[in-house]
């Protein structure tokens, strides 16, 4: 499988404090993106880094990528309760003239408590 | 619209059973998928549709079936399923199936949970 790794499995943190999760990928890529799946529902993109890039910021949300470790974080500060959820790593190996296929990290629990 | 809908949101069906899932997008994407998800795991890609065409099948048994009508509509036809087929599948779009910019986030729909008795 080439399947990606998420660390942690799960995260426990109050409001207010910041959050960083890990992924970490097997194989060469044109871009990474992070989603946010509320419990049993359909997932929202998050942010979308590509290959040639080192970090992405958006609003509280900064992503970095490392293609020579083939790992990316995601960070969110000032978390708030809203921010529960799974949050998935996907990345996109497609190469020019094909369709993009996404293969999703095995995600991270996040609760974010009052 | 920026929304990816799907119908029904649940399904409980038997072995013997001939059902289907339906997507709807009117966003203008021209690529389409389809995803399955098992409890507390990561989705995992069945089909993908390039202009309405068939371009990647992730070793996907006969069981189900993909068919892409037009460019908003995406079916998954599901006969003589497996209890173990029960799961989440998700439905998604996006803008560029093939094209150089990197703008290929997905859209996703709420999905449709599936219960195969």
């Known amino acids: 499988s080439q399947q990606g790794e998420e660390d942690p499995q799960a995260l426990s943190i109050q409001e207010g404090e910041n959050a960083t999760m890990n992924c970490s990928y097997k194989t060469s890529i044109n871009n990474l993106q992070w989603y946010r799946q509320n419990s049993g529902r359909g997932l929202v993109h998050l942010i979308l880094i590509r290959s040639n890039e080192r970090e992405k910021h958006s609003g509280r949300l900064r992503v970095t990528l490392d293609t020579s470790k083939k790992s990316s974080s995601l960070l969110i500060t000032a978390s708030r309760a809203a921010d529960t959820a799974s949050y998935f790593c996907?990345?996109?190996?497609?190469?020019?003239?094909?369709?993009?296929?996404?293969?999703f990290g095995t995600g991270t629990r996040l609760q974010v408590t009052l | 619209d920026t929304e990816v809908t799907q119908t029904p949101k649940h399904l409980v069906m038997g072995m013997t059973n001939k059902k289907s899932l339906k997507c709807e997008q009117h966003m203008g994407h021209r690529a389409m998928y389809w995803y399955k998800q098992k409890a507390k795991k990561p989705p995992e890609l069945m089909f993908v549709y390039s202009y309405e065409k068939l371009s990647i099948n992730e070793s996907v048994p006969s069981r189900f079936s993909p068919e892409c009508p037009n460019s908003s509509l995406l079916n998954l036809h599901l006969h003589a399923l497996q209890p173990e087929d029960s799961a989440l599948y998700l439905c998604a779009s996006s803008r560029h199936p093939r094209g150089l910019s990197s703008y290929n986030e997905q859209f996703f729909g709420p999905g449709t949970r599936l219960t195969v008795l």
């Open positions: 996907a990345t996109d190996a497609r190469r020019t003239g094909t369709a993009s296929k996404l293969t």
